[in-house]
DNA sequence: ATGCCGTGGAAACCACGA
């Protein structure tokens, strides 16, 4: 079975991309991301049409998540991360397909940094590591996946030395993604390609695309139960190219059988 | 070194993204 992660930028105006994707793609579980739709506004019936269920959790402007399954039934689990009743930005969602936990997640961005916006992705970033350690405690098969803003190492990110004063990259986010990962989390674009330079974002800016100057930022989490089924793993790099595409590439593993 | 582009929403500019 096939799972993806997908930064849309605006899910209506990018609907062409995200139906051609889903069809000739055809994964079976997809997270999107930055939908930038309010609820109503979610193109619920358009992603039918293209054979997927979905539940969605939208954000007028802003942020704004969903997840998809072509076949199987998905069971809300949660719209929202502990620890902040004030925060109301749409960030999260959380359900079980397949018997498998699906947490889709679009975490803070967090520039400029220093200042507010950074200890909101820090703070957010500790709820995010509190939950991910009850559902790796329950021993059953989760999947965190989603837009992280996080550049895990020098080896993703074009020109490391560009991005040290970044929110993406500065010493306290790659800290903070590598006490989750340390839970016990597989990092699957990694199990698969230890060492490969592999990108799932490009600036609009500077034919970034064209010079290859990427980031890797959108990830795959894998608990044990998921992470022994893991087979593939890629990103969808062509798509970065389509025409009004947006500025993520889609990203995707493939396991062998559901895990449970 | 840099929002230079792109999106959404309100209002013919602004906030925001990474």
Redesign the pocket.
Known sequence: MKIATY?V??????LPVLIRWLTETQPDIVCLQ?L???DE?FPEQAIKEAGYHAIWHGQ???NGVAILSKSSPISEVSRSLDGDDHDTQSRYLEAVIDGITIACLYL??G??APGP?FEYKLRWFDRLTLHAASLYASGKPVILTG?F?VIPTELDVYKPE?WVE?A?FRPETRIAFKTLVDQGWTDAIRKIYPTKVIYT?F????NAYGRNAG?R?DHFLLSPDISRHLTAAGVDHAVRGWE?TS?HAPVWIELSKTAH
């Open positions: 930064n930028n605006g899910v209506n105006g990018r930055e930038k739709a309010p506004k007028k402007s802003w803070p961005n520039n400029p916006k837009d803003n560009r970044d993406l974002f600036d609009y800016f500077r980031l930022i009004k500025d």
